[in-house]
């Protein structure tokens, strides 16, 4: 009768929580509840970490360790580490002692447990690399090629982003359309370092760009984009870069005398 109380009315929050319906209504749950729990002793603990660690090594050996066991072996060290879970100075001086000894002897090299520690995964110790191999490494390592980079340019073109135009590009496009003034955003731009505008008015020949102050580092700006400005005034074209800040705080007028200065 008191086991069912105590499964019926909980006394404390903690059992509330603790006992979930999925454990009350089950007869797993209802057993586990009725059965002491036991310690499992010293010797079982040994035993069953001894057999974890012969399995483990046939896994290391036959290549079988999957990534989650790896990253768990990691997991399981480092919080060892963290609760405390370490080998005592005493401890590690014995360990110590014995190690050296199957070094000495023989019976034991470092580099039998590395595998272990690094992953099932072979490295390139004692071997070398193929003549092939070798040019694709320098190759890669001299970066981007000419021919990439022309190829880039021209898939740039065609390709419009962002998915979505930001909140100070939308409201200088607001400006310019309670000024009647033809645009066009995201226009590829012919220049050595070719890129989509914000925004372009043929009518006056203008490109106005507006610049958030942490992606274009104000107040100094961005090295490509006083080069890229440059580029496009030996071009013939007028360039108004505008900041976040000034965006926010802007009114129609505000914009109407800088579109002037220009």
């Known amino acids: 009768m008191d086991f069912w109380n105590y499964i019926l009315f909980p006394t404390t929050i903690y059992d509330r929580i603790h006992y979930s319906f999925s454990r009350i209504f089950s007869w797993n749950g209802l057993i586990k509840m009725k059965v002491k729990k036991h310690k499992l002793t010293e010797e079982h603990k040994r035993k069953i970490g001894l057999a974890n660690a012969i399995k483990m090594k046939e896994y290391w050996k036959n290549a079988k360790a999957t990534e989650r066991q790896i990253m768990r072996g990691y997991f399981n060290r480092n919080k060892k580490e963290k609760l405390g879970y370490v080998n005592s100075p005493e401890t590690r001086k014995k360990l110590s002692v014995i190690m050296k000894e199957k070094l000495k002897n023989g019976e034991w090299h470092p580099s039998d447990i590395s595998p272990y520690i690094k992953g099932h995964k072979k490295g390139m110790h004692g071997k070398k690399h ?59 731009m012919k220049i050595n370092h070719g890129y989509q505008c914000d925004i372009l008015i043929p009518s006056i020949n203008l490109v106005i760009e507006c ?24 071009k013939g074209f007028k360039v108004l870069r505008l900041w976040e800040r000034e965006i926010k705080v802007m009114n129609i007028d505000d914009f109407e005398k800088r579109l002037e200065i220009k």
Do not use: C
């Not at 610049?211 to 030996?234: A, F, M, N, Q, S």
């Open 130 to 188: 193929s003549k092939e191999t070798k040019k694709k490494m320098s190759k890669s390592n001299k970066g981007i090629s000419n021919k990439t980079r022309e190829a880039n340019k021209e898939w740039r073109k065609n390709y419009v982003f962002p998915i979505k135009d930001t909140k100070i590009e939308k409201k200088i496009q607001r400006f310019l359309k309670e000024l009647n003034m033809e645009f066009f955003t995201h226009q590829y």
């Open 211 to 234: 610049d958030g102050d942490y992606w274009h580092k104000y107040p100094v700006g961005l090295e490509k984009d006083h080069i890229r400005t440059k580029e496009l005034i030996e």
